[in-house]
Nanobody, 115 residues
Framework: QVQPVESGGGLVQAGGSLRLSCVASGGIFGAMGWYRQAAGKQRELVAT???????NYVDSVKGRFTISRDNTKNTVYLQMNSLKPEDTAVYYC???????????WGQGTQVTVSS
């Protein structure tokens, strides 16, 4: 089973920006999503993008995060601006719930936002 590789996380001050990348060998087909899991909390879906590049976001990140994809590079991106301490989490990519195919969960990339 394909396991995406996430990267781009790090430590940033509140108000800063990061750009996450997710590469899935073998290609990305259909809708993709970025999830995050904060310590002690359940994993949540924060952004999705369809194969037609229609996007959707959880309310807490609307206007700050932008999901995009480059099918030629088998890559999905998450541009995160105006970061807040509550954005601190491990970020993962995978297909959205209900998709015909799910990747194995990758290692994720840690995002830490200091106040």
């Amino acid at each position: 089973q394909v396991q995406p590789v996430e990267s781009g996380g790090g430590l940033v001050q509140a108000g800063g920006s990061l750009r996450l990348s997710c590469v899935a060998s073998g290609g990305i087909f259909g809708a993709m999503g970025w999830y995050r899991q904060a310590a002690g909390k359940q994993r949540e879906l924060v952004a999705t993008i369809t194969s037609f590049r229609s996007t959707n976001y959880v309310d807490s990140v609307k206007g700050r995060f932008t999901i995009s994809r480059d099918n030629t590079k088998n890559t999905v991106y998450l541009q995160m601006n105006s970061l807040k301490p509550e954005d601190t989490a491990v970020y993962y990519c995978n297909t959205p719930p209900g998709s015909h195919y799910n990747y194995a969960w990758g290692q994720g990339t840690q995002v830490t936002v200091s106040s």
